[in-house]
């Protein structure tokens, strides 16, 4: 049988559509929890301004201007810093890490003629959770090591690594093993992976850049740009989840 990413995206859309509540329930869950630990450890926007200033130091004097710059900075705002980082991670890393296994887990079981709502979906995928919380984190390290040193690397990887979270969701595996049939079955269907990538990788800067816009309190745009990213993944995570089953067929 052969793939189209024309027919994949056609799919999608209409999964997308059908299924819209049960996914709407997942994001807006994944988006809460996003939005809750960001509120809790970034309070206000005068911390965020003070790493907007490391990132500065960085471009303009390089890792070792940074450091002295750091080492000058009063105590609270080291300690800034550190909490925004954190807060930026830590929101998005269990954002995602609930919208995976929702989608995931939510996609799994109508494939196999279950009926589950959105909350179900999630209560069911938490045997999962550790594995793709181990996924999300080994991918997303590897992919932005690769878009930092340069951007063609973090993009092969992020097309290798593509198929491996409904791998790890549709069999009894673990992360490391999904991750490498993810890699053969990925390449082996790359043209039709890629698009899927390159899309997902340019709405999100979009929405970055919509976003930064708008003079509202920074905890709203967030929540607002976690809510329309979320949307976005889930989507790509039905895209790939589709490809991961018709790839497998014809492996």
């Known amino acids: ?28 869950i994944a988006t809460a929890i996003s939005v809750i630990v960001y509120a809790m450890l970034i309070p206000n926007e005068r911390m965020i301004g003070v790493l907007l200033e490391a990132q500065n130091q960085l471009l303009d004097a390089g890792n070792a201007g940074l450091q002295n710059w750091v080492l000058n900075l009063p105590e609270d705002e080291k300690n800034s810093i550190l909490r925004v980082s954190m807060g930026l991670i830590l929101s998005v890393a269990l954002g995602s890490l609930v919208l995976m296994c929702g989608v995931l887990s939510y996609i799994a079981n109508l494939s196999r003629g279950e009926a589950v709502n959105g909350t179900q979906a999630l209560v069911s995928s938490l045997p999962k959770a550790p594995a793709m919380f181990l996924l999300l984190i080994i991918c997303s390290l590897l992919i932005q090591l690769g878009i930092t040193l340069m951007v063609l690397p973090g993009l092969i990887l992020a097309i290798g690594f593509s198929l491996a979270p ?40 979009l929405v970055s850049m919509l976003l930064s816009s708008l003079q509202l309190n920074h905890i709203v745009v967030n929540g607002i740009s976690f809510l329309i990213n979320n949307m976005i993944a889930a989507f790509a995570l039905i895209y790939f989840f589709r490809l991961y089953m018709l790839s497998s067929k014809n492996a």
């Not at 189209?4 to 299924?19: E, G, H, T, Y």
């Not at 790890?168 to 999904?178: D, T």
């Not at 790359?190 to 698009?195: C, L, M, S, V, Y």
Request: no cysteine; net charge positive; hydrophobic share 55%.
């Open 1 to 28: 049988m052969s793939i189209s990413a024309n027919s994949l995206f056609r799919d999608s859309i209409n999964f997308f559509k059908n299924q819209l509540n049960g996914l709407f329930t997942i994001v807006l």
């Open 166 to 205: 409904a791998i790890l969701m549709n069999e009894k595996v673990n992360p490391f093993n999904a991750m490498g049939r993810s890699w053969k079955l990925a390449f082996a269907n790359w043209r039709i992976a890629a698009p899927m990538i390159l899309i997902w990788m340019a709405t999100q800067m």
